[in-house]
């Protein structure tokens, strides 16, 4: 069953990458959504069982089977995985009724959800990094979908190249696990304990590369050029959410030390990310922006050992962004691909069901009790209070995201209307997922209960403050803030251009004068040598003759002299 429930997702991407030329829009949009569906459904047959399977072996000298691993937190994130991802692909049916290319579309969708499964189930780190550069595939096609734009080809090519610089981190540590234990098996390598720092920090700087931490998270942002569904997938349900998998999975090995390191880089990268959201004009730039925060704090409390609180926070926040994103996604199709925030405004009238559904985002986002990041985030605060910094900080970063969200919402549902009104709100094979990442965003929360502490009555007052605040004040933009502290703008100047001005110069200098201009020179030489060597070539036997006894001669000569 286990096999069944990974295998289905590629099967899915075979049959549509084999037959795209003729299968019919309604068979595809069958084929791509009931994939993830059975696999979604064998899964949860899974329930209450921890599962090794080997299917075969192989790198032996590395002692790296192809082998599968299934206990309570893989079956969460499989379940994630398959559960979000299929109202994804369900809701991608309605969303991408007018794209010329679906079959491409579903066929990398479910690349994506099979290389997700397969980094979350593999039993060592060689077939985790399999796994994890197939995610990284998807969403380099995923994110350059639409590649007859050119900010989307861009946006494209700095996901792929951004994640390179952090796949180079967990290559690090799956050599130095070699050199350390002969083996990169997670449980052999785990039993040995807390490794040495370095092993840990490899770990952290491959996190950071998908999961998008400072300062390898430039690329999430700029990942809102893909259409929304594939936004909603990759901040909700698969890649972003590998990092933090990874950190969980192998916190065994996690010195203080680098347990520190990955607090402080989740604590900053929250804050950073919180503040540049609040000053967004792009709706779906503000949640991308609150993707970055919300990971942030998941890293921040595995960081300070609150491993359970991360991975329920990740849940919670599964269920929550992923309605977000779909809700704009609503907005954003009825609008015709508008994005700008300033060109919204007033459409509660309009899309009366999407607007609902955005406000209950918003809120379950922001904390407010009883919607389910209520639950999630304040179990996380209370885990992390002892650090008395880490904890403030926290607690800043809900306030800032209770004021984003709501300013989000009231610029684009309320005040006067910008654009053309919508005729109608979203058709039913997108408003059904929605309406189900609803309920769950609504009730989910209740299946971990909560201790109402001091800090929870803090919490609780912090998010009602920051909903209060986007209300009423939901003008403020602040140029620092939307330029993300400039961090884009520094990279460009410290690090691409002079890698492009290197570029130029080695294509107009070194490659013409000395790479081409050497080999130019050495062939010349030949060809030189060659004509020279052409005049004792005349064709006369008698020339031949000669030249003959005038080398034997010197032979003899030679020969009689050292004689």
């Not at 791509?32 to 072996?57: A, E, H, K, M, R």
Request: glycine residues 6%; aromatic residues 12%; contains cysteine.
């Amino acid at each position: 069953m286990l096999y069944t429930a990974l295998f289905l997702p590629l099967a899915g991407f075979l049959f549509l990458l084999s037959f795209s030329s003729v299968l019919s829009r309604r068979v595809i949009n069958i084929v791509g959504p009931l994939t993830i569906l059975g696999s979604f459904i064998c899964f949860c047959t899974l329930c209450n069982t921890d599962v090794d399977v080997t299917l075969f072996t192989w790198i032996a000298p590395l002692n790296a089977n192809f082998s599968l691993h299934l206990d309570t937190l893989s079956h969460l994130m499989t379940l994630i995985i398959t559960g979000v991802g299929f109202l994804i692909h369900a809701y991608s049916t309605g969303y991408m009724e007018h794209d010329k290319d679906l079959a491409r579309y579903f066929c990398v969708m479910n690349l994506f959800i099979f290389s997700m499964l397969l980094l979350v189930l593999a039993s060592n780190l060689l077939l985790l990094f399999v796994g994890w550069e197939g995610v990284g595939v998807a969403s380099y096609l995923l994110i350059g979908y639409w590649y007859q734009k050119n900010s989307a080809q861009k946006a494209a090519k700095k996901a792929f190249v951004v994640n390179r610089i952090g796949d180079l981190g967990l290559l690090l540590a799956i050599f130095m696990s070699l050199q350390l234990y002969g083996t990169t098996d997670m449980a052999t390598i785990n039993s040995h304990g807390v490794a040495p720092t370095l092993l840990g920090l490899f770990l952290f700087w491959g996190a950071c590369g998908k999961s998008a931490q400072m300062p390898l998270h430039t690329w999430l942002p700029d990942a809102m050029e893909g259409p929304t569904p594939v936004s909603a997938l990759i901040h909700a349900a698969t890649m972003v959410t590998a990092g933090v998998y990874l950190v969980v999975r192998m916190h065994f090995v996690f010195d203080p030390t680098a347990l520190m390191v990955v607090a402080t880089v989740g604590g900053i990268t929250s804050l950073f990310a919180a503040l540049s959201a609040t000053s967004q004009t792009d709706l779906k730039r503000v949640l991308a922006y609150s993707t970055l925060s919300q990971l942030g704090l998941m890293f921040l409390a595995a960081g300070c050992g609150a491993y359970v609180a991360a991975m329920f926070h990740l849940t919670m926040h599964a269920f929550v962004k992923a309605l977000l994103f779909l809700a704009a996604g609503n907005v954003i199709h009825m609008l015709h691909d508008v994005t700008e925030m300033s060109q919204m405004g007033g459409l509660a009238k309009y899309l009366k069901k999407t607007n609902i559904f955005f406000l209950l985002g918003a809120l379950s986002m922001a904390g407010i009790p009883p919607l389910a990041i209520f639950f999630s985030k304040d179990i996380l605060l209370e885990e992390i209070s002892s650090h008395t910094f880490f904890y403030l900080l926290g607690l800043t970063v809900s306030l800032l995201t209770a004021y984003y969200l709501m300013r989000a919402y009231m610029l684009t549902f309320q005040g006067p209307l910008h654009a053309k009104a919508p005729e109608h709100d979203a058709p039913k094979s997108m408003m059904i997922p929605v309406a189900i990442l609803a309920l769950l965003s609504c009730f989910a929360g209740f299946l971990q209960s909560i201790h109402f502490s001091w800090s929870v009555w803090v919490s609780i007052a912090i998010a009602v403050l920051g909903v209060a605040i986007g209300v009423f004040s939901n003008k403020v933009c602040a140029k620092f803030f939307y330029e993300a502290f400039y961090i884009n703008q520094l990279y460009d100047a410290c690090v691409v251009k002079p890698l492009r001005a290197f570029s130029q110069l080695a294509g107009s200098f070194f490659e013409p004068k000395l790479f081409v201009g050497s080999m130019d020179e050495a062939a010349s030489s030949a060809s030189q040598t060659a004509k020279l060597l052409q005049l004792v070539q005349t064709g006369s036997i008698r020339s031949y003759i000669a030249w003959i006894v005038v080398g034997a001669s010197f032979v003899i000569l030679y020969l009689i002299g050292v004689l």
